[in-house]
């Protein structure tokens, strides 16, 4: 027994409690700030005991939901997991999700044959390696964060190429291929490499508007694309060298994407169902189903795994409000936001001046505090297909303005107030209209306590189930 682990679980789990009595809900930093405080290396000293294959999935976008996703289908195929919760990726979420697990000595039951899941943010990315030494290792995305967090994709590579330098030479690392930016990695890894891919040439969009523009790495030369899905994701090649998308072993196709799931099929899966629509999360999908793969877990836990996993907080959520749909799609960065919109824009199949839509911009810290990123996001995409539109959060009139900029229709309201929105919402819709709603963080926060305070009968799901 690690007297200085025993005690660091102990301190952590005394914080904890402390934490929950003090009603500070939701606190998951603090027991692991705690234990790190007593035993620095806790991380390690528990997250090395599990034998059944440590994980770490990152990404600028979708780590939370490609890990809820290896989640359901670690749950399917019977085998045991310890997974963090979202909004516990730095090292002392992850501390404090293992020392809740710990016996008070430190050890970990089960510990040889559970499997560590350990969404990472990315910054975190070197520490989480050096500490937990991981066997698979999944890069779903890179893109450009809001402005004010970390500035520049290069930073992130650096840190990612930072991070594979301390992990196991003989981790298999998940890429996706499409993705020029993380494609990047497989330069001077010798480990294994399992690659993930789109090949649906009905999805490529002809629309180039702006995205994260990168160089290759190897020559300083332009990216050209055969097919370009969104942002600066598809079948891309270097123009100045020969470095081009890898061929993929885990690849996605016939895509058919709906209001409330998405299906396309897998080689050597078959069809595949899930609860969760948008291009996005079927990249999502796919860097799960590799992880799988690579844990050695069976298409059918893969298949029924997909089958039932949740949206995470505030990502694709439905309330009905007075008869109307009103379905949360909340953007974080700018690519989070173009890729909504190119849902938007694939749900209408066409169909101009269909949609419905309510975009939310608020400013404060989890929002990001500079909303110049809005002139970086293509609301143009959508300008054709949206019929009606309302704005709200606390930037109101700059997001209004942005939109008036990209040719949406004028605005049934410009209102601060989620109150005042909802209002609006429904006197221009009918019971039984899809209303599609835009926000923040801070403004889902708002718009969600206010649906909740109407009665709002929700499909809500509740934070970290
Ligand atoms: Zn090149």
Same mark, same amino acid.
């Given at each position: 027994m690690n007297a200085r682990l025993a005690a660091a679980v102990a301190a952590g789990r005394a914080a904890g409690l402390g934490s929950r009595l003090l009603g500070r809900g939701g606190g998951t930093a603090l027991p692991g700030l705690v234990a790190e405080r007593v035993d620095p290396a806790?991380?390690?000293?528990?997250?090395?005991?599990?034998?059944?294959?440590?994980?770490?999935?990152?990404?600028?976008?979708? %780590?939370?939901?490609?890990?809820?996703?290896?989640?359901?289908?670690?749950?399917?195929?019977?085998?045991? /997991?310890?997974?963090?919760?979202?909004?516990?990726?730095l090292m002392r979420g992850l501390a404090s999700t293992l020392l809740f697990e710990a016996r008070p000595t430190g050890a970990i039951?089960?510990?040889?044959?559970?499997?560590?899941?350990?969404?990472?943010?990315?910054?975190?990315?070197?520490?989480?390696?050096?500490?937990?030494?991981?066997g698979v290792f999944a890069f779903t995305n890179l893109f450009r964060d809001q402005l004010d967090r970390y500035g520049e994709v290069d930073t992130?590579?650096?840190?990612?190429?930072?991070?594979?330098?301390?992990?196991? %030479?003989?981790?298999?690392?998940?890429?996706?291929?499409?993705?020029?930016?993380?494609?990047?990695? !497989?330069e001077g890894w010798s480990g294994p490499v399992h690659w993930f891919g789109l090949d649906d040439a009905a999805f490529a969009t002809e629309y180039a508007g702006a995205f994260d523009a990168r160089?290759?790495?190897?020559?300083?030369?332009? /990216?050209?694309?055969?097919?370009?899905? /969104?942002?600066?994701? +598809?079948?891309?090649?270097?123009?100045?060298c020969d470095r081009r998308r890898a061929a993929t072993q885990t690849t996605g196709s016939a895509l058919r994407l709906g209001l409330d799931e998405a299906t396309f099929e897998v080689e050597g899966i078959g069809a595949l169902r899930m609860p969760l629509t948008g291009t996005y999360n079927v990249y999502n999908a796919l860097a799960a189903i590799c992880v799988a793969r690579v844990l050695g877990l069976p298409p059918e836990a893969i298949a029924a795994g997909l089958a039932k996993v949740r949206p995470a907080f505030g990502r694709q959520e439905v309330a009905e409000l007075e008869g109307r749909h009103i379905r949360l799609l909340l953007t974080k960065n700018p690519a989070g936001a173009n890729q909504v919109l190119r849902l938007l824009e694939q749900l209408a199949g066409g169909a101009q001046g269909t949609l419905k839509v309510a975009v939310l911009l608020n400013d404060r810290f989890a929002d990001g505090q500079d909303v110049s990123w809005t002139w970086d996001v293509d609301y143009e995409l959508a300008a054709g297909e949206v019929g009606s539109?309302?704005?709200?959060?606390?930037? !109101?009139?700059?997001?209004?303005?942005?939109? %008036?900029?990209?040719?949406?229709?004028?605005? +049934?309201?410009?209102?601060?107030?989620?109150?005042?929105?909802?209002?609006?919402?429904?006197?221009?819709? !009918?019971?039984?209209?899809?209303? /599609?709603?835009?926000?923040?963080?801070?403004?889902?926060?708002?718009?969600?306590?206010?649906?909740?305070?109407?009665g709002a009968v929700g499909r809500f799901w509740e934070r970290g189930e």
């Open positions: 806790i991380v390690a000293h528990l997250g090395r005991q599990l034998g059944g294959g440590r994980v770490l999935v990152t990404g600028t976008n979708g %780590k939370t939901t490609t890990s809820r996703i290896v989640a359901e289908i670690l749950r399917e195929a019977g085998r045991p /997991f310890i997974h963090n919760r979202e909004g516990s990726n039951p089960r510990a040889r044959r559970t499997t560590g899941l350990f969404e990472v943010d990315e910054a975190t990315c070197p520490a989480a390696a050096r500490a937990l030494a991981p992130v590579a650096a840190l990612w190429r930072e991070a594979l330098a301390a992990a196991p %030479k003989d981790a298999t690392i998940v890429l996706n291929a499409d993705d020029p930016s993380v494609a990047e990695l !497989a160089w290759c790495r190897e020559c300083g030369g332009n /990216f050209a694309y055969d097919r370009r899905y /969104f942002a600066h994701v +598809g079948w891309w090649r270097c123009t100045g539109c309302w704005v709200g959060g606390d930037r !109101a009139e700059d997001m209004a303005l942005r939109l %008036k900029y990209a040719g949406w229709p004028a605005p +049934g309201a410009v209102v601060h107030e989620p109150a005042a929105l909802l209002d609006a919402i429904v006197a221009g819709t !009918a019971p039984g209209d899809e209303v /599609f709603v835009v926000p923040t963080y801070t403004a889902m926060l708002d718009l969600r306590a206010e649906l909740v305070r109407r």
